[in-house]
């Protein structure tokens, strides 16, 4: 890997957690510089914030295609082009195929807002209050073919309060989000993170037997 490992980011919407790297990619101690941000909408919010940055985008609309593993082909050449160390999910709201996942398996990670393995998938912040929970947060995990399955690397928590309701409670996690990933992409970037052959995430030499936990900023 270079000085400075080349990242891609992939999004749908806002791009805050886009915004959060590009602010940590622009500091003089960053190990990663962002390469390429591509969206599958071309109204994506997060790709004025790539060109206010000066990062080159691509838009690859998902419609036109007849599969979902015919965009994961185009997407998959657009990446290859630009051989980015390691490809960050920011928001990117497409299930990705099996086979575009094992092409870039231990290089892609992805943000979660739940405490993983609990609430996989839409919804989080509702569902937590539902059930009562009294914390609730964000993972980082390596992407694998099972959706918000891979192995969690890092975990940012939140106390839940009694006047929450899902839009103040999401608001919460989400500056804990724009905390976390930067520094799990810092981690690969400096080779302090990988995935082992045993499907772990590994840091600093060891084996996560659980993922890292970080309590809310004050």
Same mark, same amino acid.
């Given at each position: 890997?270079?000085?400075? *490992?080349? !990242?891609?980011?992939?999004?749908? %919407?806002?791009?805050?957690? $886009?915004?959060?790297?590009?602010?940590?990619?622009?500091?003089?101690?960053?190990?990663?510089?962002?390469?390429?941000?591509?969206?599958?909408? *071309?109204?994506?919010? %997060? !790709?004025?914030?790539?060109?206010?940055?000066?990062?080159? #985008?691509? #838009? $690859?609309? &998902?419609?036109?295609?007849?599969?979902?593993?015919?965009?994961? #082909?185009?997407?998959?050449? +657009?990446?290859?082009?630009?051989?980015?160390?390691?490809?960050?999910?920011?928001?990117?709201?497409?299930?990705?195929?099996?086979?575009?996942?094992?092409?870039?398996? %231990?290089?892609? !990670?992805?943000?979660?807002?739940? +405490? $993983?393995?609990?609430?996989?998938? $839409?919804?989080?912040?509702?569902?937590?209050?539902?059930?009562?929970?009294?914390?609730?947060?964000?993972? @980082? &995990?390596?992407?694998?073919?099972?959706?918000?399955? %891979?192995?969690?690397?890092?975990?940012?928590?939140?106390? @839940?309060?009694?006047?929450?309701?899902?839009?103040?409670?999401?608001?919460? =996690?989400?500056?804990?989000? &724009?905390?976390?990933?930067?520094?799990?992409?810092?981690?690969?970037?400096?080779?302090?993170?990988? +995935?082992?052959?045993? &499907?772990?995430?590994?840091?600093?030499?060891?084996?996560?037997?659980?993922? =890292?936990? +970080?309590?809310?900023?004050?």
């Amino acid at each position: 890997m270079s000085a400075r *490992a080349r !990242l891609a980011v992939l999004i749908s %919407g806002s791009g805050s957690n $886009l915004q959060a790297l590009i602010d940590d990619s622009q500091r003089a101690d960053a190990p990663f510089e962002i390469g390429l941000v591509i969206s599958n909408r *071309a109204d994506a919010a %997060g !790709l004025e914030r790539a060109g206010r940055a000066g990062i080159p #985008t691509q #838009t $690859l609309s &998902h419609r036109g295609f007849e599969t979902r593993a015919a965009y994961d #082909t185009a997407l998959a050449e +657009l990446l290859a082009a630009q051989a980015p160390d390691l490809i960050a999910l920011a928001g990117f709201m497409r299930i990705l195929t099996p086979g575009f996942v094992e092409q870039w398996q %231990g290089r892609m !990670l992805n943000i979660h807002p739940s +405490l $993983l393995p609990n609430y996989r998938g $839409l919804h989080t912040h509702a569902r937590v209050l539902e059930a009562g929970d009294p914390w609730h947060g964000a993972t @980082v &995990h390596f992407v694998t073919a099972e959706l918000d399955g %891979g192995p969690a690397i890092l975990q940012a928590r939140v106390p @839940v309060l009694a006047d929450d309701d899902p839009a103040r409670l999401a608001a919460r =996690v989400l500056a804990e989000e &724009h905390r976390i990933y930067p520094l799990a992409v810092r981690w690969f970037a400096e080779g302090r993170l990988v +995935l082992g052959s045993d &499907h772990r995430a590994w840091f600093d030499e060891q084996p996560l037997s659980a993922p =890292v936990i +970080l309590d809310a900023s004050a």
